[in-house]
């Protein structure tokens, strides 16, 4: 597998691999990930449909990517995806997933042609006292001395940052402005969580720094994700004879280690040996300290049936093993209008953390589970699904987004986060309806908790602790409702569906190198593991691209497709980008404001003076530095 960019591999369609009509591929899972793979062994590797079976848990495919309309408790999301026009590895998928909708068109076309047409921006931010905007002006409101605590973080190398909190470098300087309020809310990010993905997040999307304020830098899917994303891919493969194999249970994957040396995955890049010369030139990556190149091979996976029976499946070098390890949503319960839904962390068996540690436990390279699910009362936060039942509630939604939530379009183009509330509420509309048989009188408000085991401002009790209807009553308080008809309007005019996800964070966790497995091992002859707590290089977890990023290597490094996997989007190497994020996160003031002390200020004086016969003045006022 080799990394590329550029038009030349972007739109090539590469040969057959040798041998692949005698391969057979097992893929744990049906989140995003392992549709990916299935995605591409079908289109890129070519692999008959009728060989590739797909096992999943649950009665229905889509893991953490979900969206269903529950008989008897109503509409449902557990969350929602945010999109980059530099998701590379998607878009190039989605090219070749027909829409659902539209004959003739893929999912990509609608996708982008509906976000041309009606583009992502926020009119309020974020709201205080009861509804009212908190005035941010789209203002970071950073100091010097955060700005400084951001770029050091930004420049501190990976294996510094390794069990390190976000706390270790960020004070109250970071924690008390606008930028934290806009990142934690956005990201979902704890002040305990993880310093290296911080970090990696910042680097990552250092070309979106200015459009953080207003959400201008998002893409959002038409429906949901489960209508919009999910089915599609599913509805593709179903097209190829791949089998699909519902609520079959993994136990485990049993492996021999030792008899010999596997293949060494030594990744190259555009230009580039291999990716060891890469990562140590772009200090992003740091090899698996417990890969090792002895062989190790899938022999059998162990599995429940639907109807209770246990069997297994022997293995042999041509068939193919694709890994779901853990999982975000693992351990999610679901409440009611009338039902708290349930903190229950206790790992399950037959989950991805069950099946993940048992892997784990046979080779060390198989990643560290419990340094992610380990501690679930820090990578725990709730959501809640709210259905507007009629026309009382909506008055209040349009009042703060400033735009008409029946219109079909953007509406609060992104999360508003509540700034005084307890447990730290966001909530948002996408547009509407967000489920292709919801009523064309009601609207579906997600709204989210990052702290639910604190109390209410106006409930008292934790959000862990409510019910549906009690969420909404907090919901409807922060957004301005009168306190007299709270009630009636939680209770009669609106059905609100609770979520608890203990591991939702877990990705988050701080760790070091080595506790996640690689994609595909060092000495792995038939396996590949998916997935958010899978490693691959300078991509950040918690999106779209990094499980669809993994599908596609997995595949692409097992199969020998001789076609590039296309690189992360460059733009943290890409000098525009760091002058624009250099200003954007001071404001938009120049470096030439800063406040320096008499020798500083002469000593940029005349670094500037000595670059006048350059072009390098002509850059700096372009993007506003000087």
Request: glycine content about 8%.
């Amino acid at each position: 597998m080799y990394y590329s960019n550029g038009n030349y591999e972007a739109f090539a369609r590469p040969k057959k691999p040798e041998g692949v009509n005698d391969k057979n591929a097992y893929i744990i899972g049906t989140g995003l990930a392992a549709l990916t793979a299935a995605c591409y062994l079908v289109r890129d590797a070519q692999m008959p449909g009728s060989h590739i079976h797909v096992f999943e848990k649950d009665a229905v495919p889509g893991g953490a990517c979900d969206g269903a309309n529950i008989p008897g408790v109503g509409y449902v999301m557990r969350g929602g995806r945010e999109m980059d026009n530099h998701f590379e590895v998607m878009w190039d998928m989605f090219r070749s997933i027909p829409s659902i909708e539209t004959e003739g068109v893929s999912v990509l076309d609608e996708y982008y042609w509906l976000n041309k047409e009606d583009p992502n921006f926020s009119l309020c931010r974020s709201t205080k006292a009861r509804g009212v905007d908190a005035g941010t002006n789209g203002k970071f409101n950073l100091s010097d001395k955060a700005s400084m605590e951001i770029m050091k973080l930004f420049f501190t190398p990976n294996e510094e940052l390794y069990g390190k909190k976000i706390s270790d470098y960020f004070d109250d300087e970071v924690f008390n402005s606008n930028f934290w309020m806009y990142w934690r809310t956005m990201f979902a990010f704890e002040n305990w969580h993880s310093a290296l993905e911080m970090k990696l997040y910042i680097r990552r999307y250092i070309h979106h720094i200015g459009g953080l304020p207003d959400f201008s830098a998002l893409r959002f899917t038409r429906y949901n994700q489960y209508e919009s994303m999910i089915l599609p891919m599913i509805k593709y493969l179903e097209g190829f004879g791949v089998q699909f194999h519902y609520n079959v249970k993994v136990e485990n994957v049993d492996f021999k280690i030792g008899g010999g040396m596997g293949p060494v995955r030594q990744h190259t890049g555009t230009g580039q040996d291999t990716i060891l010369k890469k990562q140590a030139e772009s200090g992003v990556f740091v090899r698996n300290p417990y890969s090792s190149p002895t062989k190790k091979m899938a022999t059998r996976i162990d599995l429940t049936e639907a109807d209770g029976t246990a069997r297994s499946i022997d293995l042999g070098e041509s068939d193919l093993v694709f890994i779901t390890n853990g999982g975000c949503v693992e351990n999610s319960s679901m409440g009611s209008q009338t039902e708290p839904a349930a903190w229950t962390p206790e790992i399950k068996p037959g989950g991805g953390w069950d099946m993940w540690r048992r892997i784990a436990k046979q080779d060390p390279s198989f990643g560290h589970p419990d340094v992610f699910c380990g501690d679930p009362e820090h990578s725990k936060w709730m959501s809640a699904t709210v259905t507007t039942l009629d026309m009382e509630i909506p008055p209040y939604i349009q009042k703060i987004c400033k735009r008409d939530p029946f219109s079909g379009r953007v509406v609060t183009g992104g999360i508003v986060t509540v700034e005084d509330s307890n447990w730290l509420l966001s909530w948002t509309l996408n547009r509407q309806q967000q489920f292709r048989d919801q009523p064309k009188d009601q609207l579906c408000v997600w709204v989210y908790g990052l702290f639910p085991d604190k109390p209410g401002n106006y409930v008292k009790k934790p959000m862990q602790e409510c019910t549906g209807e009690e969420i909404c009553e907090e919901w409807l308080y922060h957004m301005g409702v009168p306190v007299e008809k709270i009630a009636d309007l939680a209770k009669n005019h609106a059905n609100t569906v609770p979520v608890m996800m203990p591991y939702i964070d877990a990705f988050f966790m701080p760790r070091s190198a080595g506790d996640r497995p690689d994609v595909v091992p060092d000495g792995a002859v038939n396996f590949a593991f998916l997935g958010q707590f899978a490693e691959t290089p300078r991509d950040t977890i918690f999106t779209t691209e990094y499980s669809m990023r993994t599908g596609m290597e997995a595949v692409y490094t097992l199969c020998d497709v001789d076609r590039g996997v296309p690189e992360v989007w460059g733009s943290v190497y890409d000098v525009r980008n760091l002058l624009n994020a250099t200003v954007m996160l001071r404001d938009g003031k120049p470096i030439t404001d800063m406040k320096l002390n008499p020798i500083e200020k002469t000593v940029l004086k005349q670094v500037l003076k000595k670059l006048d016969s350059t072009d390098i003045p002509m850059l700096l006022k372009e993007y506003g530095v000087i």
